[in-house]
Each structure stands twice: as C-alpha cells, then as structure tokens.
C-alpha cells in the first residue's frame, strides 16, 4: 500500500515538471502562465509582500511541509536496522525534498506572472527607464544573464483594486501545482495521497503516544484512554476516535494559513526539546548515550535548539510565549506530581554527575566545626521492624545530613558463604526498604550487610558505611531492652563491644532507650495481612528478639507455622506484613483528625490504632514539650547540639523548651557556675529555658537505689576475684570494688534524674564511656539500666571529644 502510494506522489510531481515544459493554452496564459521566460522569472525574483505577510509569516505556512524528518525515527521498530537506516533515511529524503521543494518554488516564478485575471493574457512593454514593475534596479549583470530589464509585464486592472485583489497568478492562486502540471487531476490525486499518508501517520502515532501517556497516569481523568474497548485489546482505539474528532474540529477552521503559524510553533518547540535533549544527554556525559551518528556534535545540537526558539519568537512571538508558558506548566506540574515511571532521563544522569562532583569537592574541603553535620549509622536491624528508632534519627538529620539504616542479616548457626541467596535477599529488602522510605518521607539511605555474626557485621558497618565525607560520624542504637538474664550473655558482650568499637573508631555513640516499649515491633506487626488482637491480663511473653510487653498489651494471634530460613528470600518476603502498619507515616498523620481517626479505627480497630500510636511515637509532634539535658561530661558538645537540633522545625519536638542540668561538687560556687555556662551557651547561640545546676553533695544513693541495683546485677556476680574465658562479661569482685565509687555515682545520677526528669518528654543525659580493661559489658549494662529504668524516653549522647560547637557563626 505504502509502495502504491509513494508512485502516484512521485507520478504527479513529474506531472507538474512534464507541465513546465509544455507551452500554455490560451486559458492557462489567462490564468497568467507565461511559459519559462527570462523576465518572468526576473519580476517575480524580488519580495513583493501583501495584506500583512512577510518573510517569516510566509515561512510559517509553508514550514508543516518540512516537518517529515521525524518520519524515520516514528517507524523505527519496524526497521531492520534503526541505527543505520534512520541517518541516511533522513538525510537523503531531505536532499530529495529540498531538491523538489526548490525546483518547485523555481520553476513556479519562472513560468507564472504575480497577478492575472483569468480574461486578458500577460503582455509585456517596454520601460527604457530598466525599472522593474517593484521598483527594484536591474544590474546589467542580471540583466546579462537573464534577459533584458527594459520590459515588463503590465498589471491587469485588478492589481490595482485596493477592495478585490486577483483571483489567478503565482500570488493569490493557491492551485499553481495544478495550473502548471500537464493532468491536474493527476496532482489532485497527489495531494490527497501525500496528505492521506500524513494525516494517517499522525492519525496512528498520536493516538498510541496519547495512550501510553494515560498507561503511565500522568495527567488526571485521561485513564479511560489507556485501553482498547474490549480487554485484553492493546490497541488505542478510544484514543484514534478522539485524535480524529479533534482533527475534524481542526479542518472545520477551513483556512490553512490561518492555523499555519500555531502548527508551525508546535514544530518547532518539538524540534527545540529534540535538539536539546540531545545537547543535554551529552552534557550529562551518560555512557548510555551513543548517538551513532558520524557527524554529531552536541554543540551542533544546542545551535539547532537555539534557533528554533528564535525562530518561534520571529514568527509570532505570541505564541510563542504561550506554547513556553504550555510547557513550563506541564513541566512544573510533573516535578510536581512526580509520577512514578522511570524514563532514564539526562536529569538523571545529572543528578549523578553532580553528586559525583559534589563528593569529589567534598574531598579537597578541610573539616571545620562550623561545617559540623551530625551524620547518623542507626542500627536498626531492618528498618520496617523498627520505625520508631529510625523516626527518632531522622529528627535530628531531616534529610540535611546523612542518615544511613544499618541491618546486618546473619547467617544462621554461623557460618557464612556468599550465595545467590544471600544476593536476592538483599536485593529484595533493598527494594523494599527504598519504597518504605518513601512512604514514609524518610530521607535515609539503607546498608544491608550479609555477615558471619552480628558483631562481625557491625565492624563492617562501621569501616565501610558512607562515602568520602560523606561518612557516619555518630552511631545511633536503640537500647537493649532483654539483656537482664545469663541466657543473654553473649549478647551483652557483643553489645558492649560495638559501643567500644564505635569509639575506637572516633564515633560519636547515641544509644536511645523508648521507656518500657523499647522498638522492635515485628512479632506484633507480622500477622499475615492484619493483626487480630485479644486481650490476656495474665500473659507476660519474653525472647531474645522483643522487649518485654507489660501486662494488658495487645497480643496478636499467630498460627503455627514452620520458622522461615533467614538466608531465604522469603524473610524479605515478610516485609509486606511488616510495612502494613509501619510504611504510611502520611497515613497515620490523619489520625490527628477526630473524624479520620474514626475511619482508620474502622479499618484496623482500636487495639491496632494503639499499636500504630506506639509505633510512630516519634512522628507525632508535642506540643509545649520539654527536653531535659544532663550535660554530665565535656564531650564536645555533641551533648548539647542533638537536642537542639530536636527542637528545630520537622521534630517531633518542635519548639520544646531546653533545660540543661549540671552536677556541682563545689556548693559555695553554684552561682558563679551558672553564670559561666550561661555565658557559654549565649556564645553557642543555644537558646535553653533554665539552668540547674544540682548540688551533688557526695550523700550516698538510697538504699532502695543500692538495692534495686544489687537485684539488676544478682545473676552475673561470681564470688571469683578473676573471670574465666567462659564467664566474660560477669562481674566479678575486682571489677565491683575498682568501680565502686562510678558505681555510686551512677546511682545517685539515677535519683536525680527521677527527681528532676520523670515528667519530661526527652531525658538527653551524656553518655559514661567504658574502660575495657575495667569494666565489662554486664556492669555498664546494669548503669544505664538504673539511670533509665521507669523514666520517659532517654537519649545517652557522648562525642568523639572533637568539639561540635563553635562561638563563631
């Protein structure tokens, strides 16, 4: 068909150049075709602009006839070889079509006058003057070449009719191909051939563009386009009825010159985006970006760009401003909506670009405190698991320094070998997580670790986390809530090994306690679709893996089943349940909303919405909240800026008020200390609410103190003055006496937190750091646990000893 088509088009244009050749009827010469002559062609060789046209309106017209070069790339799956047959496709037809299109216009003003009224036949007279009828001077070179000036065609009557123009001639007949050509009906059925194959190429592109446009969901109330009539029917037959009654409402204007200009804008902004995506692709410097072409040039192609936009403006710069302003919305309106398609675009392969840059800039930059960013590793195991620890974190970071989520996946029995398995696991849980930050409005990165142990991993983490600068400067853990039992021994000792290994690493350390909640919620989120809850008064659960639950808590129902391999995509598979409750932090803001609550209660039920209150703790701001700060050591203020920082907008604790706490040895100096640490903290630019500064009169603690601690310890002390290999992280009589005095100081710290600090919504209290060689894990263990025990959630904050604050802004 395409073939049959193609012979008739090329048939009527070698009609049209046979025509030229013929000398003209007495009607045709009526019409104004004189034949080729040497002065025709002389007349007609100079501008002679009417009714409002010039050079660039008259350019608009005729531009939709050159707008086929994007007929390659259209039909380039069905070509054999696209990357070779596009280019030389495309360049030889605009050879071929320059070629005619010129002969064309050529041979048109050699043969037919300006104006002729269809009754008397063009004559020539003679003008000694060598003027031309325009007023244009004839060179004798011209006139050597082409014939003499000295003749010219006399006007008929109605050129000079300012009211009615002329009905023929090469200016005001739109049907010179015809007039000129030897069988006008030959070019008829030309012109209806060659804009058939237009219209019907455009006809059945546009409409599968406009349909994959609504498949993606990228504009509103399109999506009925999106299918067949019938399913399972892929082709876009909704979309050709609508692109064709928006032709017929296009060709019922009736008046081609009228829309000539609009068309020829909307070419040429497309020929501009074309141009400078591929100027843009190369400046991305994306290696998936190969144009094959021999003579590309990405400068070539921002010129085209450029020219196009002129072009646009010197047509009608009306509309031009309106089609910028057209895109610009649409532009705006997906940065917007951001729709979720992945196009591999050059933004892309920008953002890359520039972040690569950025780090590397970042290397040749000096640290300096007054650049210092809290950059957070949280150990979070996996993150859906854990959603209160992570919000925690991500309000001091917020997206303005870096949060990364550490999970170290175990191999069970301890041994591990790198599989397949083990790489679709990870793949999986990483696929997982980004879509849970997401959700979530988390602006963290996630770090999922395969290792042979937990605290092996932990190691890894800490060496290998981060990129350049880019590198966490504080670990963030959550505080381990199941460690009061000889069961869990092994377990305290690699906790406190990982605090002692973040601190050989010169690491902040952060470790948060949640109250009695403590933040793994994954045996109560992880009941197939939805958790169904029942009250049992009676029944207190424990393990190795979940925080106590207090009497009364909600209990989910779970049956039997075989325990799931870790190593297998499966546990990533239990993501789906994990995220039910955790993923929405957008949807479990509504909950703020009486009449939302009463919606989502209806969903979940008011033991879930409970859950869900528990889990999202720390995404629900407090209003008139109070942050008490125990700033008990100097560790370079690090003590102090994490709780300011928690006060800032996109906190939970927005605008909380700061009380900073301090112990004085020294009764008689207690307002000469206070003045002091004003003076410094108006220097930091920390805006606090109170100083305290409280007496520490070296009393010993209370003996319900002494003896609630003595209860924590009972099950790790041995009578030995030495531990042996098997009983490490015990506590012996060496280590009870060498610690005895720090011990009582933590008790008595205990009693003034209770004292000052049971009512606050934060306790940010700095953090003892452990000596190895004189303390062992359970006794550390058994310090925070006293000064922790029973109070709101507490942070325990210590810095590497590199200050964090500086007096200069």
Partial sequence: MQSVLLAIIIASIFNFYIGCLISPSEEKQQKGMTGFKAQTFIENFYPSFRDNYHFFSVFAIYFPAATGIMAGANISGDLKNSTTAIPKGT???????????LSVVWISGATVVRDADGVTLPMLLENSTAISNDGWLISSTFSSIFGSGTQYYAKPDCAFDNEKSCQYGIVNDSQIFNLISWWSPLVIAGVLTSTLSSALLSLVSAPKIFQSVAQDKLFPYIGYFSTGFRKGNSEPQKAYI??????????????????ASVISNFYLSTYALINFACFDNSFAKSPGFRPSFKYYHQWISLLGAILCVCVM?????????????????????????????????SKQAHAYRRAIQSCQKLEKINEHVKNY?????????????????????????????????GHVIPKKNGVHEMSSSVSILIQNLTKQIKTWFSNRRLKAFYFPLAAKNYRLGIQCLLQGSGLGK????????????????????KDINDYFGIILDAFNSQMGVCILRNGKDGFDFSNLMMNNEKPIFYEDKNYVKKNTTTPPVKKGAPRPYTPRQPPH???????ADSLDALTLFSDGGSDFNICRNAKNMEKLTKEFGSDQIELLTTINVF?????????????????????????YLLTQSKSYLEGSKLRIFTLANNTANIDEDREKLEEMLLKFRIEYDEIIIVKDDGAKPKPETIHEFERIIGPFCVEAETLSEDQEGMISKTEL????????????????????????????ITLPVPKKELIGGTLYMAWLEIMTKNLPPSLFVRGNQTSVLTLYS
């Fill in 91 to 101: 360049i030889l037809g605009i050879l071929v079509t320059t070629a005619v299109y």
């Fill in 242 to 259: 609508f692109a064709f009654l928006l032709c017929c409402l296009v060709v019922l204007i009736g008046n081609l010159n009228a829309i």
């Fill in 313 to 345: 403006f010197i047509i009608s710069y009306q509309n031009a401003l309106i089609t910028f302003m057209f895109f610009g919305l649409l532009f705006f309106y997906m940065a917007h909506r951001k729709p979720d398609v992945n196009w591999g675009s």
């Fill in 373 to 405: 960013r809290p950059q957070i590793l949280v150990l979070c195991g996996n993150p859906a698991s854990r959603p209160s620890l992570v919000d925690f974190a991500h309000a001091i970071t917020k997206g303005n320094s870096l949060l990364v989520c």
């Fill in 470 to 489: 880019l590198k966490p400067n504080i670990l963030f853990m959550g505080y381990k809530q199941n460690w009061d039992h000889k069961s869990a021994l």
């Fill in 565 to 571: 391999n870790p190593m297998k995509p499966s546990y």
């Fill in 619 to 643: 995404r629900l701001k407090i209003e008139k909240g109070v942050i008490d700060i125990w700033w008990l050591y100097d560790d370079g203020g690090l003590s102090v800026l994490i709780p």
């Fill in 737 to 764: 006496n060498t610690n005895e005095v720090k011990t009582m100081k933590m008790l008595k710290i205990a009693e003034y937190l209770r004292q000052h600090s049971s009512e606050s919504n934060l306790i940010v």
